[in-house]
């Protein structure tokens, strides 16, 4: 399918300014951090980046507002987050245009990823009034046993480039409404976005009289995130991002005592089962494999297919990966935008020189689109690589839309084949046998955070817990009771009889 012609630079930048002013934000200005668009891959604006001065005085400003945040009754704390959910409807465009012009989402997604965080505004709305304890029965007569959830203290959200603002909302929205307050440090690569953010926030802060210190942003490099990291003030860092980065600051914060909750790489896969259905299969991978070109934590990366069925579905895909729309993230039909930044493009191209070295077959894909029109972006084409087994280069995430073909014989290689790497984010099965269904998601089954029926690895919605085991990093967000990760548990005993009892019947002078 032919690419369409890329908006100029100067036309993107324009887009983004009006986003930006609808939002409140006149300019950026400043400079230390500059803003690009992967659409043409070249630099839109000059930014502030945060000093590390700044970003101490962040923390102090926070770990202020929570004494009186955290003596907020939750529901008062909940209109915050609805007036935030308003201001995300009302700018749902907008913020959507700053994703795709930072991040190259295709409209579809980038307006998908707004109404997730319109999703989990709601969802923490209703939380601010179900931030249950429990009692439990004492053994002890005239003695009440309780368990209650308290505010934690100032959690640092650091965030990835792929998802700028939905992860935000994930964290802030629950944190929030259980009376923490957050320090953000986005990824460097999508300042704007978290300036629209964090504005229609502060907004929200006045509107809702609440103190707008709940929340500061600090832009800037990993440099900046360090700091976060290192600060004893900052009781919780929920971190996404790269294992590497995971394996960098979870020993740092376990060093000093401190919680964090790990978001990390994945390396998902989906079962092609002969009972499958095949159309709705094929929907399901090509969206999970090529969507948001390959850059979801979720997006699908290997295929483990039962070996009769393997040439008609590798065909069937070969086939709808030519049809592909790649190109202009903005124009209507577009389905596969560009990679993020050249470096990326590199990591694609040395993972299937990689993959053909260790005896796979590329069948469709890998090569560059646009080089002429945009020199400096990286539109790419998805690959489908066949391979012989699960080799070194299958085993690690590469961030870009390969999909490797492997095949089994039977149901438990399958599962065996789906377990056998680092990571364990998602997992799907593609299967009208209920007893491979059932047994993919039981105990002896998947071992990743997702594991999904006749859906494929991407695409969650808000109201389970995400994340995922094993190098993907163990932590959960967003709904279910994912909150609790961001309070304080205390358990209380209260006498209330006129007697010292002593539990386990111990007897004391
Ligand atoms: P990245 O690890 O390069 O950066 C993520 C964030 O961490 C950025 O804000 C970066 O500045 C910061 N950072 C990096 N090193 C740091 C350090 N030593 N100290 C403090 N901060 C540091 O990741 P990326 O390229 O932006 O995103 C892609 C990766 O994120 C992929 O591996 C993807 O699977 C993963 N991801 C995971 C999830 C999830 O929920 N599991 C969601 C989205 C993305």
Same mark, same amino acid.
């Given at each position: 399918?032919?690419?369409?012609?890329?908006?100029?630079?100067?036309?993107?930048?324009?887009?983004?300014?009006?986003?930006?002013?609808?939002?409140?934000?006149?300019?950026?200005?400043?400079?230390?951090?500059?803003?690009?668009?992967?659409?043409?891959?070249?630099?839109?604006?000059?930014?502030?980046?945060?000093?590390?001065?700044?970003?101490?005085?962040?923390?102090?400003?926070?770990?202020?507002?929570?004494?009186?945040?955290?003596?907020?009754?939750?529901?008062?704390?909940?209109?915050?987050?609805?007036?935030?959910?308003?201001?995300?409807?009302?700018?749902?465009?907008?913020?959507?245009?700053?994703?795709?012009?930072?991040?190259?989402?295709?409209?579809?997604?980038?307006?998908?990823?707004?109404?997730?965080?319109?999703?989990?505004?709601?969802?923490?709305?209703?939380?601010?009034?179900?931030?249950?304890?429990?009692?439990?029965?004492?053994?002890?007569?005239?003695?009440?046993?309780?368990?209650?959830?308290?505010?934690?203290?100032?959690?640092?959200?650091?965030? $990835?480039? *792929?998802?700028?603002?939905?992860?935000?909302?994930?964290?802030?929205?629950?944190?929030?409404?259980?009376?923490?307050?957050?320090?953000?440090?986005?990824?460097?690569?999508?300042?704007?976005?978290?300036?629209?953010?964090?504005?229609?926030?502060?907004?929200?802060?006045?509107?809702?009289?609440?103190?707008?210190?709940?929340?500061?942003?600090?832009?800037?490099?990993?440099?900046?995130?360090?700091?976060?990291?290192?600060?004893?003030?900052?009781?919780?860092?929920?971190?996404?991002?790269?294992?590497?980065?995971?394996?960098?600051?979870?020993?740092?914060?376990?060093?000093?005592?401190?919680?964090?909750?790990?978001?990390?790489?994945?390396?998902?896969?989906?079962?092609?089962?002969?009972?499958?259905?095949?159309?709705?299969?094929?929907?399901?991978?090509?969206?999970?494999?090529?969507?948001?070109?390959?850059?979801?934590?979720?997006?699908?990366?290997?295929?483990?297919?039962?070996?009769?069925?393997?040439?008609?579905?590798?065909?069937?895909?070969?086939?709808?990966?030519?049809?592909?729309?790649?190109?202009?993230?903005?124009?209507?039909?577009?389905?596969?935008?560009?990679?993020?930044?050249?470096?990326?493009?590199?990591?694609?191209?040395?993972?299937?020189?990689?993959?053909?070295?260790?005896?796979?077959?590329?069948?469709?894909?890998?090569?560059?689109?646009?080089?002429?029109?945009?020199?400096?972006?990286?539109?790419?084409?998805?690959?489908?690589?066949?391979?012989?087994?699960?080799?070194?280069?299958?085993?690690?995430?590469?961030?870009?839309?390969?999909?490797?073909?492997?095949?089994?014989?039977?149901?438990?290689?399958?599962?065996?084949? *789906?377990?056998?790497?680092?990571?364990?984010?998602?997992?799907?099965?593609?299967?009208?046998?209920?007893?491979?269904?059932? =047994?993919?998601?039981? $105990?002896?089954?998947?071992?990743?955070?997702?594991?999904?029926?006749?859906?494929?690895?991407?695409?969650?919605?808000?109201?389970?817990?995400?994340?995922?085991?094993?190098?993907?990093?163990?932590? =959960?967000?967003?709904?279910?009771?994912?909150?609790?990760?961001?309070?304080?548990?205390?358990?209380?005993?209260? *006498?209330?009889?006129?007697?010292?009892?002593?539990?386990? *019947?111990?007897?004391?002078?």
């Amino acid at each position: 399918m032919s690419d369409n012609t890329l908006l100029s630079t100067d036309a993107i930048r324009e887009r983004a300014l009006s986003a930006l002013r609808r939002v409140g934000i006149t300019a950026p200005e400043g400079t230390g951090l500059t803003a690009r668009t992967p659409i043409t891959g070249r630099p839109l604006f000059e930014l502030a980046a945060t000093t590390a001065e700044q970003a101490e005085q962040a923390v102090t400003a926070a770990q202020t507002a929570f004494r009186t945040w955290r003596t907020t009754p939750a529901p008062v704390r909940g209109e915050l987050v609805r007036r935030l959910g308003d201001l995300l409807r009302e700018h749902k465009d907008d913020l959507a245009d700053l994703i795709t012009v930072e991040v190259g989402k295709i409209r579809s997604e980038a307006l998908g990823e707004i109404q997730e965080m319109i999703d989990i505004c709601d969802f923490a709305v209703g939380l601010s009034r179900q931030l249950y304890g429990r009692t439990i029965a004492s053994e002890r007569p005239g003695h009440r046993l309780a368990e209650t959830w308290h505010p934690l203290g100032v959690v640092g959200v650091i965030s $990835a480039f *792929n998802f700028p603002a939905a992860v935000w909302s994930w964290n802030t929205a629950i944190a929030l409404v259980c009376g923490d307050t957050v320090v953000w440090k986005p990824s460097e690569l999508t300042p704007l976005i978290s300036l629209a953010c964090s504005h229609l926030l502060d907004r929200a802060a006045v509107e809702a009289d609440a103190p707008r210190e709940v929340h500061r942003l600090l832009l800037g490099n990993r440099g900046i995130g360090e700091k976060l990291v290192d600060d004893p003030r900052v009781a919780l860092i929920s971190a996404t991002g790269s294992t590497r980065m995971g394996r960098e600051i979870g020993p740092r914060v376990a060093a000093r005592f401190g919680r964090s909750l790990l978001e990390l790489g994945g390396n998902n896969a989906s079962i092609v089962a002969p009972s499958a259905d095949l159309e709705l299969a094929l929907h399901g991978i090509v969206f999970a494999a090529a969507g948001t070109a390959g850059q979801r934590c979720t997006t699908l990366r290997r295929l483990i297919v039962q070996r009769d069925l393997a040439d008609e579905v590798v065909d069937r895909l070969t086939a709808a990966y030519r049809k592909l729309p790649i190109g202009d993230p903005f124009a209507d039909g577009t389905l596969v935008g560009p990679l993020i930044t050249a470096a990326a493009a590199e990591g694609m191209r040395h993972a299937l020189a990689r993959a053909e070295a260790e005896g796979g077959k590329v069948l469709v894909g890998g090569g560059r689109r646009l080089a002429d029109e945009a020199p400096d972006a990286a539109y790419v084409e998805p690959a489908l690589v066949r391979m012989p087994e699960q080799t070194a280069v299958v085993r690690e995430e590469t961030f870009a839309p390969i999909l490797y073909v492997l095949t089994y014989d039977d149901f438990d290689e399958a599962i065996a084949l *789906n377990n056998a790497v680092p990571q364990g984010l998602s997992s799907s099965v593609f299967t009208r046998d209920q007893q491979e269904a059932e =047994r993919f998601v039981a $105990a002896d089954g998947s071992d990743c955070g997702i594991s999904n029926v006749n859906i494929g690895t991407s695409g969650a919605e808000i109201g389970g817990a995400f994340g995922g085991e094993k190098e993907t990093g163990g932590g =959960r967000e967003s709904g279910s009771d994912a909150w609790r990760a961001y309070m304080r548990r205390a358990t209380t005993t209260v *006498n209330y009889s006129s007697r010292l009892t002593l539990a386990q *019947n111990v007897s004391f002078l």
